[in-house]
């Protein structure tokens, strides 16, 4: 069977904050009720958090030099405190149309598990949550699967087209994006905090 794989950067970001990253990529932890239910897994980046969602991938991005520079007042105090506000930009990238209950898979189990206690709702707490390389939306659309995974500069996402599957069915959108611009081979997603690009699909 013939799949034709369209690859896209969701988000080029510089690992150096983090050498675990830089050394193994990111990684998917599963949501096991800790977070909101339209949460399906969480990677965190150096300057952005990734939130996969059925049918929607959100890219919360920060000022990471100001968490740096908060970082650093602790341990110096006597340096003086910076601004405490961090600025924030959320950008959604929703798949218009898209089936809204996908099975969800988790590849890729990375060793470990992370627990969450949150409040004093045992309901809202997340225990033996295990961090995955992929993950993976089937049936997205007819015949057309979304796998995000962990790249060399952050995280990019697949649409895998099965055999018959029609790509005029996709349909995207960039809720949260202050421009948009089209480059020769790339779009360029205009933010506060710079620039996320989205490469051309490959077949």
């Known amino acids: 069977m013939r799949s034709l794989h369209w690859t896209g950067v969701l988000l080029a970001v510089v690992l150096s904050s983090f050498s ?11 949501n096991r009720g800790q977070w909101p239910a339209a949460v399906t897994h969480r990677a965190e980046l150096a300057g952005a958090t990734v939130w996969l969602e059925k049918g929607a991938i959100l890219v919360d991005r920060y000022d990471g030099a100001a968490v740096d520079a908060l970082i650093h007042a602790h341990v110096h105090p006597y340096q003086g405190f910076p601004e405490k506000n961090i600025r924030h930009h959320a950008l959604r990238l929703r798949f218009a149309g898209a089936n809204d209950a996908p099975i969800v898979e988790s590849i890729g189990v990375r060793p470990g598990a992370f627990n969450f206690i949150l409040g004093n709702d045992p309901a809202q707490w997340g225990r033996n949550c295990h961090a995955f390389s992929a993950v993976l939306q089937k049936d997205l659309y007819p015949g057309i699967d979304l796998r995000t995974r962990a790249g060399a500069n952050g995280v990019k996402y697949d649409l895998i087209l099965g055999q018959g599957a029609d790509p005029s069915a996709i349909l995207f959108s960039y809720e949260g994006a202050d421009a948009i611009s089209f480059d020769p081979d790339r779009i360029v997603i205009r933010t506060s905090l710079g620039e996320i690009s989205e490469s051309i699909p490959l077949a």
């Open 20 to 30: 675990s990253f830089a050394q193994t990529g990111a990684s998917f932890i599963q």
